[in-house]
């Protein structure tokens, strides 16, 4: 897995003598008039001796809790408006969707700016499903009524928030509908989503020809490619970031982030062979590990996974934030 050397800003601190400081209510920083206060550990053995002591014996957090540490900074860099991010994959069973509601979670939960997940499947997909539903309310109910939303808090009638805070908007399963979501619908609601949240994550289907599909190309300005290690995965992977970068979308793959989603336990494929491709074709990569809890489809927590899995896509939270330190036009007419 590629490593990253996240650099954060430094606390309150460094602030000039105080002889130097300034004769107004601006020296009153906490640099400045506060008392440095040591970090208490979060995690492991050194966390169970500071709570054992009292809070006296305070032990230096650990390099992978400090490494952690720098993820979540980079996942809460700041924002300028909004985001789209659609998750691709041309072959189904990769667990694109899951990389998106994962994803979701992980941005929700570390960040304080709105987070909303469309299921952007022309075909009805099972985003809807992975989450707790408050309401029945789908992508269809909302368009249909697009007209009379105009504040955030008419939008929230129509998704399905998690403890997380991620919001997701379902697609509509129902079985008398005989034709699939379109391109202009597809924008059409992603141009609503978009005057009310910070982030968009955008589940796609697996067409990459399809006009939905194209549509939300259009409107993206980060792409997360989601594959397994495997050769018809990768394979299919790599056409479709051929495809990107022969059809006027080339700058979505050098801004890429590349998910290797391992959804078995052991592979013939060499993996770091893999990883080392979609390294050279994109701007990052991120190893997903199995985990049994995300095999079942069903409804997905982050606290369920194992500690390997929460700091993957954390990971690769991480690596889409650092995509925000890049301008974006404004959204195609």
């Not at 997380?164 to 005989?178: C, Q």
């Not at 399809?210 to 409107?219: C, E, K, N, V, Y």
């Not at 300005?221 to 990107?244: E, H, K, N, Y």
Request: glycine share 8%; net charge neutral; charged share 25%.
């Amino acid at each position: 897995m590629s490593q990253r050397t996240t650099e954060i800003p430094p606390p309150e601190g460094g602030e000039p003598p105080i002889n130097d400081a300034p004769l107004d209510a601006t020296a009153f920083a906490n640099g400045r008039m506060l008392r440095p206060q040591a970090k208490a550990p979060a995690q492991g053995w050194r966390r169970m001796v500071h709570l054992m002591s009292g809070g006296h014996l305070n032990l230096k957090p650990s390099a992978q809790e400090v490494a952690r540490e720098h993820l979540i900074a980079a996942v809460r860099t700041p924002v300028r408006g909004s985001r789209r991010i659609a998750v691709i994959s041309r072959k189904g069973g990769v667990g694109k969707t899951t990389t998106t509601l994962m994803l979701g979670h992980t941005l929700a939960k570390w960040r304080g700016d709105r987070v909303v997940a469309l299921d952007g499947n022309p075909d009805a997909g099972s985003l809807g499903y992975r989450v707790r539903r408050e309401t029945p309310a789908t992508l269809t109910t909302l368009l249909q009524d697009a007209s009379r939303i105009t504040r955030y808090s008419e939008v929230r009638d129509y998704t399905n928030q998690s403890p997380t805070r991620l919001e997701v908007v379902a697609s509509d399963d129902d079985a008398h509908i005989t034709q699939a979501m379109g391109e202009h619908e597809l924008v059409e609601a992603v141009r609503l989503l978009d005057r009310h949240y910070n982030l968009v994550l955008l589940d796609t289907g697996t067409g990459i020809l399809d006009r939905a599909t194209q549509g939300i190309l259009r409107m993206t300005d980060q792409i997360v490619i989601v594959t397994m290690p495997s050769l018809d995965g990768a394979r299919a992977a790599s056409l479709t970031l051929d495809w990107l970068q022969h059809n006027g979308y080339a700058w979505l793959v050098r801004g890429a982030v590349a998910v290797l989603n391992q959804n078995r336990e052991t592979t013939l494929i060499d993996v770091e062979r893999v990883e080392e491709h979609f390294q050279r074709r994109c701007r990052s990569t991120v190893l997903l590990p199995y985990d049994p809890h995300l095999q079942a489809g069903a409804e997905s927590d982050l606290e369920q996974l194992s500690e390997s899995t929460r700091d993957a896509y954390l990971h690769l939270a991480a690596e889409v934030a650092d995509g925000f330190r890049e301008p974006v036009g404004p959204l195609p007419s």
